[in-house]
C-alpha cells in the first residue's frame, strides 16, 4: 500500500494520547515505527517510554486521510493543530525542532567533527570581513581545491561566456620586441630613483609637441584610456581654481 497518507498511532489504555504523522507508504512507515521502539530507538521518548509499559498491542494504526503527496505537510500540520498528539515531540510539520539528541547521538557527532576545521584557521568570523588574517584557508584545503582542479576542462559554452563577459574591456598587448626590452630591464623593479644619463635629459628637455600632438592632450583624461574625452572649458576653469585655493 503506497498511497500518500496522514496517519494516526493510538494508545487502546489512554485513547487521548496519539502520534500524527504523514507518510507515502504506510506499511513501511508501520514497520519502521515498530522495528525503532522494539530497538529502544524511538525519536518520540513519550511513545518510546509508553510502549516500553503497556507493550505493542496496546498501540493502534489510523489512516486518518489519504491525499496527494504535495499536500502532506499540510494536512500533517492541520491534524496536528487539531488532535494536539501526546506523543509528537516536533509540533511543526516535516521539522525536527524539538527532536532531542540521545546522548550516545551528541557523541557521535562530536566525534565525527573532531579536527574538522572546515577549511578555514581557528579564530575565522565570517561575518566580519573588516578585519585582517581571518579568512585564510589551511594548507589541507589549498591542496584538496588544487588536486579537484587539475585536469580540469573549461567548456566550449564557458569560454563563450567568458568572452561575452570581457567584450568591450581594453586589454594591452605588447608586441615581441616591447616584451623583449622589458625582460632585459628585470633588474629595475621601477622607475622610482632612475637615474637619467645626460643624454636622456637632454631628449627630453628639447623634445617639441606638434600643434596636432598638443591638441590631442590638451584635457585628455590620463586614467581613462578607452575614451578620448575632452574637459570642457569650464571644467578646466573649475580645476585651476580648486587648484590655487590648495597652494
Known amino acids: 500500500m503506497g498511497t500518500s497518507t496522514i496517519y494516526k498511532i493510538q494508545s487502546i489504555i489512554k485513547p487521548e494520547r496519539s502520534y500524527v504523522g504523514s507518510t507515502n507508504n504506510v506499511n513501511r512507515r508501520w514497520d519502521i515505527h515498530l522495528r525503532l521502539l522494539r530497538k529502544g530507538k524511538h525519536h518520540s521518548v513519550k511513545l518510546q517510554n509508553h510502549y516500553n509499559k503497556h507493550g505493542e498491542s496496546d498501540l493502534v494504526f489510523i489512516i486518518l486521510e489519504p491525499c496527494f503527496p504535495e499536500f502532506l505537510i499540510i494536512r500533517e500540520q492541520f491534524y496536528i493543530n487539531k488532535e494536539r498528539p501526546y506523543f509528537n515531540i516536533a509540533k511543526k510539520a516535516g521539522s525536527k525542532l524539538g527532536v532531542p539528541h540521545s546522548e550516545n547521538t551528541r557523541k557521535n557527532m562530536s566525534i565525527s567533527h573532531m579536527g574538522n576545521d572546515f577549511g578555514f584557521k581557528k579564530g575565522f568570523i565570517p561575518w566580519n570581513k573588516g578585519k585582517k588574517n581571518l579568512y585564510k584557508h589551511t594548507e589541507k584545503w589549498k591542496k584538496t581545491q588544487s588536486e579537484q582542479k587539475k585536469g580540469h576542462a573549461v567548456s566550449e559554452e564557458t569560454r563563450r561566456k567568458l568572452r561575452e563577459k570581457n567584450k568591450g574591456k581594453v586589454r594591452y598587448i605588447c608586441s615581441e620586441e616591447t616584451?623583449?626590452?622589458?625582460?632585459?630591464?628585470?633588474?629595475?623593479?621601477?622607475?622610482?630613483?632612475t637615474k637619467w644619463s645626460k643624454e636622456q635629459r637632454e631628449k627630453m628637455v628639447g623634445r617639441k609637441w606638434t600643434e596636432e600632438q598638443r591638441i590631442k592632450l590638451k584635457g585628455k583624461i590620463p586614467w581613462n584610456k578607452g575614451k578620448t574625452g575632452v574637459y570642457s572649458e569650464e571644467t578646466l576653469a573649475a580645476m585651476r581654481n580648486a587648484k590655487k585655493k590648495r597652494a
Open 179 to 193: 616584451r623583449e626590452k622589458m625582460r632585459n630591464r628585470k633588474d629595475i623593479p621601477s622607475r622610482k630613483g
